[in-house]
């Protein structure tokens, strides 16, 4: 019943195509990359994945502050306003900053060095990480997560991709055996209609009986049958093909019977070259081994020591403020900072799940190598026998079909009698489907070993 509601809901969203030629494979996996909605979410995914990278490097923009104030009542009436600029180094825990400042008035002697001359004071000046920080650091480990996050995004709509493009190709595939099959039972039901018109003729010259009428009356109501079989089938696939291909706009398309193509699609595999086949899934584990080598690298620099070296150049310009003559000389300062953690529990914690991590996503990595080897060996295995299965099938359904032309020579003489010329014609109908079906096998097997091994031609990526 469910899939019955699916099925209508999705047939009032699709829209029957205009018969324009044979529809190709090729046109419903390009259809398919571009406007299936799997894809399109995917895409998405990876572009909130790059909005996130850009928001961490926000941490390296440049910081513009202004402080100014006022003292409108008491004993002092100092002023002072600053405005400074700065930035935090991408190659280093530190960064460097300027600024401005200029003062009016008097200030109490505990805010001495808010006093400048009366054209400001200019002032330059760097921090630089020597110890913890030096090599990463927060700002720079966020960063170069949030990259690799749009790394993964990328390699997982990849993936999504190879899915789709796979399942495009099995409804495809379906399409289309069905469309064949459906022929097969038309002829055969065309054999059935023309030998009634055939018996009719000689029941009326006293040649045949009128019971073979009816016999073939029966076998006509058989094969109408398996045609309307066929027929439901064939819509079945063309609906479920319609998920795949879509207009401009995005709108399902459902394939009209014309379109169908003469023959099952066929897909050129190169050859596979010698080596670890790097599927984006694949990929996916190495880029998540290098963001917990990341976050390793930023719980071990936490048990370092800091120490921070910073250096200062302030110049005074103008007149002699109330400060004094003190200020006017250009002034340089050096300094440096120096801490350590004592216990470090928090980092060494970090530090051990880390590891943890890295040494469950090797074992990951080596598994899927693994299985992705495993599994393109038994597709390989299933594409040979496939296809030795499927020239069998063709030289039966050869064989088959001239018999079946035979007998009906001998038939048309007088020489053969209805049965036999009947079972002639559905053991070829049964040969060609079968030879038919095993076709369609080697090919699902080729669709899969294209999808085993991300062929990205073959899949219209």
């Known amino acids: ?173 379906a399409w289309a055996i069905a469309g064949l099959r459906l022929k097969a039972y038309r002829d055969l039901l065309a054999l059935s209609e023309k030998r009634r018109s055939q018996l009719a003729r000689q029941v009326q010259l006293g040649a045949r009986s009128q019971i073979l009428i009816t016999e073939n009356d029966q076998n006509l109501a058989r094969r109408r049958s398996l045609v309307a079989q066929a027929e439901q089938k064939l819509a079945e696939t063309a609906n479920a093909l319609s998920f795949f291909w879509r207009d401009a706009n995005g709108v399902p398309l459902v394939p009209a019977t014309e379109q169908l193509p003469d023959a099952l699609p066929e897909l050129a595999i190169a050859p596979r070259k010698a080596g670890p086949i790097l599927r984006p899934d694949l990929k996916t584990v190495l880029v998540r081994i290098d963001q917990s080598l990341a976050r390793l690298n930023l719980a071990e620099n936490d048990l370092k020591p800091r120490l921070d070296a910073r250096a200062e150049l302030g110049k005074d310009v103008g007149a002699i403020g109330l400060g004094g003559p003190s200020r006017t000389p250009a002034e340089a300062i050096v300094g440096v900072k120096f801490s350590v953690p004592l216990e470090r529990r928090s980092a060494r914690g970090r530090i051990a799940e880390a590891k943890a991590e890295i040494d469950g996503l090797r074992t990951r990595h080596r598994m899927l190598e693994e299985q992705i080897a495993i599994e393109v060996k038994g597709i390989a295995i299933n594409i040979e ?46 040969a060609r489907l079968r030879a038919l079906d095993a076709r369609y096998q080697a090919l699902v097997a080729r669709a899969d070993l294209a999808a085993a091994t991300a062929d990205r031609s073959v899949l219209g990526l």
């Open 1 to 173: 019943m469910i899939r019955l509601l699916l099925s209508l809901g999705a047939l009032a969203f699709a829209v029957p195509a205009a018969a324009q030629g044979p529809l190709t494979l090729d046109q419903v996996l390009r259809s398919s990359a571009q406007n299936a909605p799997q894809i399109i979410e995917a895409l998405a995914k990876q572009r909130q994945a790059e909005g996130k990278a850009l928001s961490a490097e926000g941490a390296f923009d440049v910081v513009f502050d202004v402080d100014a104030q006022t003292r409108p009542f008491g004993y002092y009436d100092g002023s002072v306003a600053e405005a400074k600029a700065s930035r935090a180094l991408d190659n280093n825990g530190g960064g460097l900053y300027a600024g401005y400042r200029v003062s009016r008035g008097r200030f109490p002697v505990y805010e001495d060095k808010a006093y400048t001359n009366q054209l400001g004071e200019f002032k330059v000046g760097a921090v630089f990480s020597l110890l913890r920080d030096r090599v990463t650091d927060e700002r720079r480990t966020k960063l170069r997560l949030a990259d690799q996050d749009v790394d993964v995004a990328r390699l997982e709509r990849e993936m999504v991709a190879i899915g789709v493009q796979r399942r495009a190709m099995g409804a495809y595939q």
């Open 385 to 430: 026998g496939a296809d030795k299965v499927a020239d069998l099938a063709s030289q039966e359904a050869d064989l088959a079909g001239k018999m079946a032309s035979a007998e009906q020579r001998r038939f048309d003489m007088g020489a053969s009698d209805f049965f036999l010329i009947n079972q002639r014609e559905e053991s070829a109908t049964d």
